[in-house]
């Protein structure tokens, strides 16, 4: 298994900063959710249609990856459906031009499970694949809401079988939001998962403490066993939520703390 973190980590940084971050620590890969001030990857200098390609051949000279490009595209909102479908498009094409190889996508918002329309939800999701297999690109639909529990992800992948759909598998949800075990989630859909997110916490006044991770209640040791005996080749990233939580501790602490824990434990 391979050690990646999210850009949400670090939303102070410039991408020089974390490209040095991530080559100095030793990190296998980045996980592009925004930088700086700009959300939005495709309008990002170092990915557009002319630097693209030059970013991601300089890291992979430096031994990084960039293996996903983690989008706000959420297939569930009936208000904003010809917005987010085309925001899906333009993050397909940034990462088809820049040969990254999965999009980050949301058939739900809130870590909550919500209200949504499955059969919208599914449609656009199969409009926005379809366009992705041309583009050679695959979808990776998180475990978030609704989908973070495995029956309701498992009913998802039914629909869109034999489109370019899989799963991100983030260990905090499935077991936060609907108490199941990782031994569950890997049985059910681990055939699927092609990321997965890292991240700790404890419970408070129906919230979460954000801790370092190994300080917290998330089962962080049993998800890697789990992943483990299916034999899980992919990257497991640290999705500090820094740039929402801007009083947990900084990426200069958190990055080599989760370098270390995880080499103990993969």
């Not at 925001?87 to 949301?106: K, M, P």
């Not at 058939?107 to 919208?120: L, N, R, V, W, Y």
């Not at 939800?121 to 297999?133: G, Q």
Request: charged fraction near 25%; glycine fraction near 4%; hydrophobic fraction near 40%.
């Amino acid at each position: 298994m391979k050690l990646a973190f999210s850009t949400l980590s670090c939303p102070s940084w410039s991408f020089k900063s974390i490209r040095s971050a991530a080559i100095d620590l030793g990190y296998d890969g980045i996980e592009i959710r925004g930088i700086e001030n700009n959300l939005f990857v495709p309008d990002i200098a170092e990915f557009s249609d002319v630097n693209g390609p030059k970013t991601i051949a300089e890291l992979k000279a430096k031994k990084i990856t960039v293996p996903i490009f983690s989008s706000s595209c959420y297939l569930f909102d009936q208000h904003h459906p010809n917005q987010m479908m085309q925001e899906g498009i333009a993050y397909v094409d940034c990462a088809s031009r820049c040969h990254v190889d999965f999009v980050r996508v949301l058939c739900d918002k809130d870590p909550h499970a919500s209200d949504i329309d499955f059969e919208f939800t599914v449609m656009n999701l199969i409009n926005l694949a379809m366009y992705a297999a041309d583009m050679d690109v695959t979808l990776l639909v998180e475990t978030n809401g609704y989908f973070a529990d495995s029956d309701n992800m498992e009913k998802l992948l039914e629909r869109v079988e034999g489109l370019p759909v899989m799963v991100l598998w983030d260990v905090h949800h499935t077991w936060r939001y609907h108490h199941e075990k990782p031994a569950v989630t890997i049985d059910k859909i681990g055939e699927y998962i092609r990321f997965v997110h890292i991240k700790d916490s404890l419970p408070l006044n129906g919230s979460n403490e954000y801790k370092l991770i190994g300080e917290g209640d998330i089962p962080i040791k049993e998800a890697v066993k789990a992943l483990k005996e299916i034999d899980y080749q992919g990257f497991l990233s640290l999705e500090w939520l820094k740039r929402w939580h801007t009083n947990i501790e900084e990426p200069w602490i958190v990055l080599p703390q989760y370098l270390q824990y995880m080499r103990e434990i993969i």
